[in-house]
């Protein structure tokens, strides 16, 4: 089991990062609420880690935080749940907001999710009403992720990174176009950031 990763944050292609641990390169999964956290590429990054293993493969996820490790780990154990819907779910709302949901049983900010129905999301609010520590106050927003990058197509990256994340290609453009309109000039983080924050409860 590999339970933590100490490296070079070698790239960052959001959710998947690229951590290079004494020259062999681990591939991560993370959610975007660890994503917008970490230190530019290039520098030093310690992750928490989940090794996921199925029939088909060994699959890294990756968090900044014990904390967030073991939210990732309680949220699958949740019937219906699997790492795939945890990371998403986590990419939207953090830990305090999803404790909001649950302490308000709002099934309409879990729905937003990919891959999350109204069953599920009410499985959820059950599931988790006991085991997640309450969380006062409002979503905080994320830092942007600080690392130089060359000259990309911020909208096309930000599309991609959501697409990874579960969300239909056609869902994901206008989820993006409504964050460019909103901010013209955004990179890519801020994009994906602006589009993920309609997913939080109000």
Do not use: W
């Not at 790239?11 to 530019?40: C, I, K, N, R, S």
């Not at 310690?46 to 029939?55: K, M, R």
């Not at 006062?136 to 690392?147: F, Q, S, T």
């Not at 579960?166 to 460019?180: D, H, I, N, W």
Request: contains cysteine.
């Amino acid at each position: 089991m590999i339970g933590r990763l100490s490296g070079t944050l070698a790239a960052v292609q959001p959710p998947l990062l690229l951590v290079d641990v004494q020259g062999v390169g681990y591939e991560v999964l993370a959610p975007m609420t660890t994503v917008f956290e970490l230190p530019p590429q290039g520098q030093q990054v310690q992750l928490h880690t989940h090794l996921a293993v199925s029939e088909t493969a060994q699959t890294l996820y990756g968090f900044l935080r014990e904390a967030d490790r073991q939210l990732f780990r309680t949220l699958i154990k949740v019937n219906g749940v699997g790492p795939k819907m945890a990371l998403a779910i986590l990419s939207g709302l953090d830990a305090a907001a999803l404790s909001r949901c649950v302490a308000e049983d709002n099934v309409a900010a879990l729905v937003k999710v990919p891959g999350v129905g109204k069953k599920t999301a009410e499985r959820l609010i059950v599931e988790l009403r006991d085991k997640l520590a309450p969380h006062p106050g409002e979503v905080n927003d994320i830092p942007l992720m600080a690392a130089a990058a060359p000259k990309v197509d911020h909208l096309a990256e930000a599309e991609s990174a959501l697409a990874a994340l579960g969300y239909k290609p056609t869902e994901a453009s206008k989820m993006v176009a409504r964050a460019s309109k909103a901010q013209p000039d955004a990179d890519s983080a801020t994009l994906i950031r602006l589009a993920l924050k309609s997913i939080a409860p109000a």
